[in-house]
């Protein structure tokens, strides 16, 4: 059977019973399979097979598959891109997707919050949809997402931006008061207010 500890050459054998179930027409089959290959693939860090994988996959599942498959292959590849801090290419892989499936899911929520940098609705969203949306190796790249330096340096830059915009907001209030206050005391001198 396949070996955990040796995920490269449990994904060649898997690969290969793919090909073998494609020729004998075994299509429920092979959607078991092409999952194992692609959370092999995922495990391995071989993040350009998983995507092959996952389009490969897309015609069967079309066939036979249900909507919550096709849902879990699409976030898995728009955290993909994510993880290498591709928003873009995880933007325009979601909307070939969408106007290939008809489906509805929480992708585009996932893609805003990303490029909002939102830390705490992220994580919540990792916690509360996509733990229960996506199979553990793309969890697993969701939760390296959150914890890579590159997530926190830039949550941490808006922040700072986010204060200096406040700090600029509070100072031009200050000022618009000010200036209001001038006008009304020329309008009404010695205290005719």
Do not use: F, P, W
């Given at each position: 059977m396949l070996?955990?500890?040796?995920p490269e050459s449990s994904l060649k054998l898997v690969k290969r019973a793919i090909q073998v179930a494609e020729?004998?027409?075994?299509n429920h089959q092979l959607v078991t399979m092409y999952e194992n290959a692609v959370n092999l693939s995922l495990k391995i860090n071989n993040y350009t097979e998983a995507v092959q994988l996952i389009d490969s996959s897309y015609e069967l599942l079309e066939k036979?598959?249900?909507?919550?498959?096709?849902?879990?292959?699409?976030?898995?590849?728009?955290?993909?891109?994510?993880s290498k801090d591709d928003w873009v290419s995880a933007k325009n892989y979601l909307e070939k997707m969408k106007q290939r499936f008809s489906l509805s899911c929480r992708a585009d929520e996932?893609?805003?919050?990303?490029d909002e940098k939102e830390d705490e609705k992220f994580k919540d969203l990792i916690k509360?949809?996509?733990?229960?949306?996506?199979?553990?190796?793309a969890l697993k790249i969701a939760n390296r997402i959150i914890k890579s330096k590159e997530w926190i340096s830039s949550i941490q830059e808006t922040k700072v931006m986010?204060?200096?915009?406040?700090?600029q907001t509070d100072q031009t209030s200050h000022l618009n008061e000010k200036k209001s206050q001038q006008v009304d005391e020329e309008e009404f001198p010695d205290g005719l207010l």
């Open positions: 070996k955990s500890s040796d020729v004998e027409d075994k036979i598959g249900t909507s919550e498959q096709i849902i879990r292959y699409i976030l898995t590849v728009c955290l993909i891109h994510l996932l893609l805003e919050i990303y509360n949809y996509l733990s229960y949306a996506v199979d553990n190796e986010q204060s200096h915009t406040n700090n």
